[in-house]
C-alpha cells in the first residue's frame, strides 16, 4: 500500500511539474506575480512529493518487500541494513529516482534562497528546471519505474552485486549526483537569460555559488569515486579512463572552465556569451553522462540495439534539451553585448587561457569516449580508446595549464605585469627547481620528466601560497598589518589558493604514485616475507570468515621494520554466494603519505597463495588535494559577496502595489 | 617523420602517467630478464583484454588476458621489438586490441578533434582579442569636450 502511496506521489510530482514548467514561464512573460509564484510553490510540492516517494522505495527495501521487482532484483534479506538503503540508488531505477530527488531539491532551493533574485528571472529559472524534472520524471515512469509489483512474490531476493556492498557506494553516487545534476541550475540560468534577452554581471554573480556547489560536490563524488575503485577493485589503480569515469570528468572540467570564466563576467562583464555557452555545455555533459551510463550503451552497442527504449528516451531528452539550447542559444546570442575590455596580458587574459585548455581537455576526453561507440555505430569496425590514449592526449593539454595556474592570480584585471607576476613568483619558481633538481639525483633510475612532473606539482603549490602572503603583504609590511590584511582578505582569495594548491598536491600524488611505486608479486606461504617500501611484511596464514551474506578467506600479514613490528592488516577474498561473485578486500596501511596496499590473488598448484604487494609512494596526496579543492569550493562559497548576493533593485514595493492592484 | 617526431615527443610528455603498477600478473609468468619483463609491461598496458571491458591485460585476471600476456613474452623472448610484438599481435586479433587506436583515416577524428579544437579556440581567441582592440580606438574629443576637462581640471586645483 504505502510503495502504491509512493508510486502515486510520482505521477503527482508529474502533474506539479508540468504547472511548474508553464505557468510561472507565462507569468514572467506577462509580468503577472501571481502566476510567477506558482513557481516556488509548485518547486516545493515537487520536492516533497519525490521525496515521499523516494522515501517509500526506501522503506520498501528496509523491510525486505519482495513483492517488488526492484527489490527483488537487488537486495537480499541477509543483507545488512546499511546496504539496504544504499541498495536503493544501487540499481538503474533506483538512482534514476535518486537523480530525479536531487533535482528537485535544486529547484526548492532556488525557490528558497533565490528570494533575492528578480522575480521574472527565478521564474523562468524554475519552469526551465522544471522542463527536465518533467523529462526524467516521465522517464521513470514510462521506462524504468521502480515501483512495478510482481504476482509472485520470492522467498528471496537476488541480493546486490557484491562490489557496491561497500560504505564507498553509500557516498559515491550522491555526490556525483548533487554535482551532475547541480549544474542544471547553471543550464536553466543560462535558459532563462537567454528567454529574457537579460544577461549582466549580476547574472554571473547569482549563477556563480550554485556553479561552486555542483563543483565541489562534484569533485567529492569523482574523487570518493577514485578511492573506492582503489581499494574495492584490488588493482590498486585510482583512475582508469573507464567510459563511465569520464562520463563525470566531462561536466567537471567543463564546470571547472565555467566557474572561472563566470569569474570573468562577474568581474568584467566579459566573456558573456561564452559563459552562457559553458553553462549549456557543462549541463550537457551531465546530460551525456547520464545516457551513457544508464543506458547501456557502454557494455555494448549491441545490447543497447537489441533493448533500446531506456537509451533512446534519454537520448531525445539528450537532443531536446541541448538542442533546444543550442536554438535558443544560437537565436539570441547576437543579441547580447560583450563588455569589459582587457590586454591579453591579464586575469582575464590568463582565464581565458585556462578555460582554452580545459575545453580542449573535455572535448579530448568527449572523443575518445564517444568515437569507439560513433565508429562502431556508423561502420561496424571496433576500435580501442583506452589509458595510452588518453595519457598521449591529455596529459600534454594539462602541464601548460599547471604551468600557467600561479601566474593567473597575480595578474592585475584589464592588463597584467608577466613579468611583475614572475618576480613575485622567483621563490616558488626557485625553490621547485631545486625540488626537482633533488628528486631527479635521488632517483636517477627514474624518468626525469617524473621529477619535472614534482617540481611543477610543487610550483602549483607554492605559487598559490605566493599569492596570498602577496596580498597580505607578509615579509614586505610590519608584521602586525600583514597579519590584519591577512585577517581582511576576502574568503574567496583563500578559496582559490586552496583549490589551486590542492590541484598541486593532486599532481605530485599522480606523479609519484605512477612513477616511484613499487611492485612485488610472490607465490607465498604462511612465514614468508616480502620487502616493500623499507618495510618488511610477513605472511601469517589465512582463516575462514563466514559474513552475514558472504564467506571470506582472510589472509594476516605482520609489517615490520627493522626486527620490530609496526602493524597488522588483513586481505581477504570473499565469495557471495547469492551472485556467485568473488571480491577482493585489499589490506591497506598508511604510513605517512604512502599506502602499503596488499591483495590476494590465486591459489597455486603446489598450496602457495600469489599475494600482491604494492608501495604505493605519496598515493593519498592524490585525494588529500581533492579535499584541498573542496575546502577551496566551500570557502569561496562562503565569501561574502556571495553569501550577502547580489544587490536587489528597490522596485519591490512598486512590484506589490501592481500584484495587489 | 614529422608526425613521428611529435608523437614521440608527446610520448614523452605522457610518459609519466603511463607506467602504472599492474594487478594480474602471476608470478610464474614473469621473466626473468628484468628489462624484458619490463618491456613486457608496457606493452601489456597497450593491449586490450578481448573479454574484458576497457582493461588492460596488464589488468585482467581474465585467461584469454594471461594467454596474451604469455604470447607478448614469448615473442620478446624470440627477440622482437615492442613495435614487432604489437604488430603480431594486432594481426591475430584486429586492430581492436589496441587501446591506442593507429593513426589512420579512420581515426583521424579521433586523434584530429584535440589539435583542431586547441587551434580553433586559439584562432577565436586571436580573432576576439583584435575584435577587441578595434573597438578600443579612443574616440576623438571634440574641441568643446576638451576645454571642458580643463576647466575641470582647473577647478580641481
Redesign the interface.
Known amino acids: 500500500m504505502i510503495t502504491e502511496l509512493g508510486h502515486y506521489a510520482l505521477i503527482l510530482a508529474l502533474a506539479t511539474a508540468l504547472v511548474q514548467s508553464l505557468v510561472p514561464l507565462i507569468g514572467a512573460q506577462r509580468g503577472d506575480a501571481g502566476m510567477m509564484a506558482v513557481g516556488p510553490m509548485a518547486a516545493n510540492i515537487s520536492f516533497v512529493l519525490v521525496a515521499f516517494s523516494f522515501l517509500t522505495l526506501t522503506y520498501a527495501y528496509v523491510i525486505s518487500d519482495f513483492s517488488l521487482l526492484n527489490v527483488v532484483e537487488n537486495s537480499h534479506s541477509m543483507k545488512p541494513m546499511i546496504y539496504k538503503i544504499t541498495g536503493v540508488w544501487g540499481n538503474h531505477e533506483g538512482s534514476m529516482l535518486l537523480w530525479v530527488l536531487i533535482l528537485v531539491i535544486f529547484s526548492t532551493l532556488v525557490a528558497t534562497f533565490g528570494r533575492n533574485l528578480p522575480d521574472t528571472l527565478r521564474a523562468n529559472v524554475l519552469s526551465v528546471q522544471a522542463w527536465i524534472t518533467v523529462a526524467f520524471l516521465l522517464f521513470i515512469l514510462l521506462t524504468s519505474n521502480p515501483f512495478i509489483r510482481l504476482s509472485n512474490a520470492p522467498a528471496e531476493g537476488n541480493d546486490l552485486n557484491p562490489i557496491l556492498q561497500d560504505l564507498g557506494l553509500a557516498i559515491h553516487p550522491p555526490l556525483l549526483y548533487l554535482g551532475y545534476v547541480g549544474f542544471s541550475i547553471s543550464f536553466s540560468f543560462a535558459a532563462a537569460a537567454l528567454i529574457e534577452g537579460r544577461l549582466d554581471a549580476a547574472w554571473a554573480r547569482w549563477v556563480r555559488p550554485w556553479t561552486l556547489v555542483a563543483w565541489t560536490f562534484l569533485t567529492a563524488g569523482i574523487a570518493m569515486g577514485s578511492y573506492w575503485a582503489y581499494y574495492e577493485l584490488?588493482?590498486?589503480?585510482w583512475w582508469?579512463?573507464?567510459?563511465v569515469e569520464n562520463a563525470s570528468f566531462m561536466p567537471w572540467l567543463a564546470g571547472t572552465a565555467l566557474l572561472h570564466s563566470a569569474l570573468v563576467m562577474e568581474k568584467r562583464e566579459a566573456l558573456k556569451v561564452w559563459t552562457v555557452l559553458l553553462s549549456i555545455l557543462t549541463f550537457s555533459f551531465s546530460l551525456l553522462g547520464t545516457f551513457l551510463v544508464r543506458s547501456g550503451v557502454?557494455?555494448s552497442v549491441h545490447a543497447f540495439a537489441t533493448d533500446p527504449t531506456r537509451g533512446v528516451f534519454i537520448l531525445g531528452i539528450l537532443a531536446l534539451f541541448i538542442g533546444g539550447a543550442f536554438t535558443l542559444f544560437g537565436l539570441r546570442a547576437g543579441a547580447l553585448r560583450t563588455g569589459g575590455?582587457?590586454a591579453?596580458i591579464s586575469r582575464e587574459g590568463a582565464l581565458?587561457l585556462n578555460n582554452?585548455f580545459l575545453?580542449?581537455a573535455t572535448?579530448?576526453v568527449f572523443?575518445?569516449t564517444l568515437?569507439p561507440l560513433l565508429?562502431e555505430a556508423t561502420?561496424g569496425?571496433?576500435?580501442?580508446?583506452?589509458?595510452?590514449?588518453f595519457?598521449?592526449?591529455f596529459?600534454?593539454?594539462m602541464?601548460p595549464l599547471m604551468i600557467a595556474v600561479p601566474f593567473g592570480p597575480l595578474l592585475a584585471w584589464k592588463r597584467g605585469d608577466l613579468m611583475g607576476a614572475t618576480q613575485r613568483l622567483y621563490a616558488a619558481i626557485g625553490i621547485s627547481l631545486v625540488v626537482g633538481l633533488v628528486i631527479m639525483a635521488l632517483t636517477s633510475d627514474e624518468?626525469v620528466?617524473?621529477a619535472a612532473?614534482m617540481a611543477l606539482g610543487v610550483f602549483v603549490i607554492l605559487g598559490a601560497l605566493t599569492d596570498i602572503v602577496q596580498r597580505a603583504g607578509i615579509g614586505r609590511l610590519p608584521a602586525s598589518t600583514a597579519w590584519a590584511r591577512f585577517k581582511g582578505l576576502p574568503r574567496s582569495a583563500f578559496g582559490t589558493a586552496f583549490a589551486h594548491a590542492g590541484l598541486g598536491v593532486t599532481m605530485i600524488g599522480?606523479?609519484a604514485a605512477?612513477?616511484y611505486?613499487?611492485?612485488h608479486?610472490?607465490?607465498m606461504r604462511a612465514g614468508d616475507t616480502v620487502d616493500a617500501g623499507g618495510y618488511t611484511v610477513r605472511f601469517d596464514g589465512i582463516t575462514d570468515v563466514q559474513g552475514p551474506n558472504y564467506t571470506a578467506k582472510s589472509a594476516a600479514f605482520i609489517v615490520s621494520k627493522g626486527g620490530a613490528e609496526v602493524a597488522r592488516v588483513a586481505s581477504a577474498k570473499r565469495f557471495y554466494p547469492a551472485r556467485q561473485m568473488p571480491t577482493t578486500e585489499a589490506g591497506i596501511l598508511t604510513f605517512g603519505a604512502s599506502q602499503l596496499y596488499i591483495?590476494l590473488?590465486?591459489f597455486?598448484s603446489n598450496g602457495t597463495l600469489?599475494v600482491?604487494v604494492?608501495w604505493k609512494s605519496w598515493v593519498t596526496f592524490i585525494w588529500y588535494g581533492t579535499v584541498l579543492m573542496m575546502i577551496g569550493g566551500a570557502l569561496s562559497l562562503s565569501d561574502r559577496r556571495l553569501r550577502i548576493g547580489a544587490p536587489r533593485k528597490a522596485a519591490r514595493p512598486a512590484k506589490q502595489a501592481e500584484a495587489v492592484a | 617523420m614529422r608526425r613521428f617526431c611529435l608523437i614521440l615527443a608527446l610520448s614523452l610528455l605522457a610518459g609519466l602517467s603511463l607506467v602504472r603498477p599492474g594487478f594480474a600478473v602471476n608470478p610464474d609468468e614473469v621473466l626473468a630478464d628484468p628489462a624484458l619483463e619490463t618491456r613486457a609491461r608496457e606493452i601489456s598496458l597497450e593491449l586490450r583484454c578481448l573479454v574484458c571491458q576497457n582493461q588492460s591485460i596488464d589488468d585482467s585476471n581474465a585467461d584469454l588476458a594471461r594467454d596474451l600476456r604469455l604470447l607478448v613474452r614469448e615473442r620478446l623472448k624470440e627477440g622482437d621489438s615492442n613495435e614487432q610484438v604489437l604488430d603480431y599481435v594486432v594481426s591475430r586479433y584486429g586492430e581492436f586490441v589496441l587501446l591506442k587506436p593507429r593513426f589512420s583515416v579512420r581515426t583521424v577524428l579521433l586523434w584530429g578533434t584535440p589539435v583542431a579544437i586547441l587551434m580553433i579556440g586559439i584562432v577565436a581567441i586571436v580573432l576576439g582579442a583584435r575584435g577587441r582592440r578595434g573597438r578600443r580606438a579612443p574616440p576623438v574629443l571634440s574641441a568643446d569636450e576638451q576645454a571642458e576637462i580643463e576647466r575641470l581640471m582647473k577647478r580641481g586645483e
Open positions: 584490488g588493482w590498486g589503480g582508469f579512463w573507464d567510459p557502454l557494455t575590455l582587457f591579453p581565458v582554452l575545453t580542449t572535448a579530448t572523443v575518445g568515437y565508429l561502420t569496425t571496433k576500435i580501442s580508446v583506452g589509458a595510452p590514449f595519457n598521449l592526449t596529459g600534454p593539454l602541464i624518468p620528466l617524473a612532473g599522480v606523479v605512477s612513477v611505486s613499487t611492485e608479486v610472490s607465490a591483495a590473488g590465486d597455486q600469489v600482491r604494492w
